[in-house]
């Protein structure tokens, strides 16, 4: 199964832009990129989905190089409130591969 | 909203025993999902469906099985829990939406809230 990689920690002060980064190199085809957000004691739940070049939602930006060996989530003017892990995801026709996760701490 | 309960937010059991994990969603999704979590570990996929009576096996499914008799439903199954199988338990639904796009979309998973098994 391919598999990602991600930074295991982030460290950002209020209202920075925070990119993170996540590296599959064997991303196949048919895998569309998925970025989930989890807080402590619950499941993640979706931020943002893509394929290729850039994808904006309300919530963040993804950006996939025309490679598609990696990816790069954009949260804009962080708060506390987007302390938590962020797991990249290849989710392809009935399989999925979740990353480690990166877990950003936001400083007041 | 989808909505994905899970039987138990907490459960102790003793090693040797079986313990059965409900979920069920609510929103007709085709593919049911469980995966462990644990610290510095991430989310390891044990089983997935795509369909009643199908199941396929993920990264870690050994001392696992799982059941789905209906479509809402997703089980999995501790045959004799061991300590090692200590951990937090979530369950994940979603659809295939299929727009012509090739290649065809997996949509969103949604998540439950987690079971937090403790095995003694």
């Known amino acids: 199964l391919a598999k990602t990689t991600q930074p295991i920690s982030m460290d950002s002060y209020e209202g920075q832009e925070v990119n993170i980064t996540c590296s599959h190199n064997?991303?196949?085809?048919?895998?569309?990129i998925t970025w989930y957000q989890q807080f402590p004691s619950q499941g993640p739940r979706f931020i943002i989905q893509g394929y290729k070049t850039k994808v904006t939602n309300e919530v963040a930006s993804l950006f996939i190089p025309a490679d598609r060996k990696s990816s790069t989530l954009s949260l804009p003017r962080v708060s506390l409130s987007d302390t938590a892990v962020y797991y990249c995801?290849?989710?392809?026709?009935?399989?999925?591969?979740f990353g480690t996760g990166t877990k950003l701490q936001v400083i007041p | 909203d989808v909505k994905v309960t899970q039987s138990s937010r907490y459960l102790v059991k003793r090693t040797g025993e079986k313990v059965f994990l409900e979920c069920v969603q609510d929103m007709d999704h085709e593919n049911m999902f469980w995966y462990r979590q644990d610290p510095g570990l991430g989310l390891r996929l044990i089983y997935f469906?795509?369909?009643?009576?199908?199941?396929e096996k993920g990264d870690i499914p050994e001392g696992y099985s799982v059941s789905r008799e209906k479509k809402e439903r997703f089980s999995l199954i501790l045959e004799s829990a061991s300590t090692n199988q200590t951990s937090m338990y979530l369950c994940?639904?979603?659809?295939?939406?299929?727009?012509?796009?090739?290649?065809?979309?997996?949509?969103?998973?949604?998540f439950g809230p987690g079971t937090r098994l403790l095995v003694l």
């Open positions: 064997n991303i196949a085809t048919n895998d569309y």
């Open positions: 469906s795509y369909d009643v009576k199908m199941k």
């Open positions: 994940a639904s979603s659809f295939i939406t299929d727009r012509g796009q090739v290649p065809q979309l997996q949509e969103t998973q949604y």
């Open positions: 995801l290849l989710e392809g026709y009935q399989k999925v591969t």
